[in-house]
């Protein structure tokens, strides 16, 4: 795990045919990572892995160099409500959506999401994940 972040709030969205790139364009974020349904499987640096990709993956990931993720976490939430039926529709037919934290265990972390955010992604269908890595 990279020590280059304190706190990472990443959104995952699956799907099992829809188009990677009509998730980003709906989401309106440039994802670290994303393939669609049927693509070729390869790595990152174009290796060949052989096979095709089963179903459809975005990882939207946002680093932050400090101590609190609170902000940046319910801004996605936020973002992700003015979208509620691209997230609904993408849920109702086959779809998930995670929010996670990624906290580096080398440096102190704060996340202190409010009962109204909480709420939110509860009213989105968004299951809420906390990961911490002690070594970075």
Known sequence: ??????????????????????????????????????????????????????????????????EDGTSTAEDKVKHLLTKQPYVKDLIESGGKFRLKIHLNGQFHCHLGLSTEIMADLSKLGIPFEVECFPDG
């Not at 364009?25 to 499987?41: I, K």
């Not at 640096?45 to 975005?58: A, M, S, Y």
């Open 1 to 66: 795990m990279s020590t280059d972040y304190t706190i990472n709030v990443i959104v995952f969205v699956s799907h099992p045919s829809r188009r990677a790139e009509e998730i980003i364009s709906a989401l309106g974020w440039t994802p670290g990572n994303s393939w669609s349904a049927g693509d070729e499987r390869i790595t990152p640096t174009g290796l060949k892995l052989g096979g095709i990709r089963e179903d459809t993956k975005c990882s939207f990931s946002f680093c932050l160099n400090e």
